[in-house]
């Protein structure tokens, strides 16, 4: 008799394991406003829109020179380099990329296509956790 108990809680298990659908991952955006104080946090968002906003709110915040052009990301394995230049006048964006290599090379070219020079990297961010890196 245990065996047959056995065998039907086991065929039960299996089934539910079987059958079993994940939950559904809700969408989640990063975004940050750099300023160029460097204090801007990462923020997130369920769509990349609240995500950009709540960026800009965050900046104003803790600073009086934000950027005000967020740089957003859903790829939460992406990482943001934050860049501030002072020529012709000064100036500071993010970019989020996959490396820390990509994600200043789009900065770069970025500030090069507008004319700005003298640019140094402040800072990398997770655009997961938000934490520096």
Request: hydrophobic share 40%; with cysteine.
């Amino acid at each position: 008799m245990r065996s047959g108990l056995d065998l039907a809680l086991i065929l039960a298990l299996g089934t539910a394991v079987l059958f079993a659908q994940p939950a559904p991952a809700q969408e989640r955006w990063a975004a940050i406003d750099p300023n160029s104080e460097t204090s801007s946090p990462v923020v997130w968002g369920a769509t990349e829109e609240e995500a950009r906003e709540r960026a800009i709110e965050a900046c104003k915040r803790v600073s009086k020179t934000c950027a005000n052009g967020p740089a957003s990301t859903r790829d939460m394995r992406e990482t943001f380099a934050v860049m501030c230049c002072t020529q012709p006048q000064t100036g500071c964006a993010a970019a989020a990329a996959v490396s820390k290599r990509d994600a200043l090379k789009n900065l770069r070219e970025m500030f090069a296509d507008a004319g700005y020079k003298d640019c140094a990297v402040r800072h990398y961010m997770s655009a997961a956790s938000g934490k520096k890196q």
